[in-house]
């Protein structure tokens, strides 16, 4: 099971294997690619990339970056959606997210609002906290947010926060 230095499974499915929407996303690269007529040489140095690069992305072995499948999109001639057209239902109920979700959130709508940046009340606390001027105030407030959630929650969240530290980090 690949794994990165915090143990997660980068996107890969418990048993390691690649996610079913990386795969899917990667057959498109390729049945497109193939339409085409293009080889993977010309699409790697379209991209800049080794044809290896291609083939593991075609594969789902290696996960696509946005900037990555944006070029893609661009080299041959489709929108970015074209990626995932179609894509199976039970494919897409094994994204990351849904996987790995740190907080094991439910995926009840009345539990969890997946939109949660479109609520009012959401909007207006991050409005109000970004205008607090005094460090002393907004480092209190945040304070007092994470003393308000479970000790599990807490723990996971300074866990998620680490890990998007080290990722601004490297």
Do not use: H
Request: hydrophobic share 40%; charged share 30%.
């Amino acid at each position: 099971m690949k794994k990165d230095r915090q143990g997660n499974l980068r996107g890969r499915l418990l048993n390691g294997e690649p996610n079913p929407v990386d795969v899917y996303v990667g057959s498109r690269v390729r049945m497109r690619r193939t339409i085409l007529g293009m080889s993977q040489q010309r699409l790697a140095k379209e991209l800049s990339v080794t044809f290896q690069q291609i083939q593991k992305y075609e594969k789902g072995l290696n996960r696509i970056g946005a900037s990555r499948l944006w070029d893609l999109a661009q080299v041959l001639g489709v929108n970015v959606d074209f990626f995932y057209e179609d894509l199976d239902p039970v494919a897409s109920d094994q994204s990351p997210r849904k996987l790995n979700c740190s907080l094991q959130l439910s995926q009840d709508p009345a539990v969890f609002d997946a939109d949660i940046l479109l609520r009012k009340d959401v909007l207006t606390l991050i409005r109000c906290y970004i205008r607090i001027k005094d460090p002393k105030m907004a480092k209190a407030i945040l304070s007092m947010a994470k003393a308000a959630i479970p000790e599990n929650e807490r723990l996971a969240l300074n866990a998620d926060m680490n890990d998007i530290e080290d990722e601004e980090n490297t």
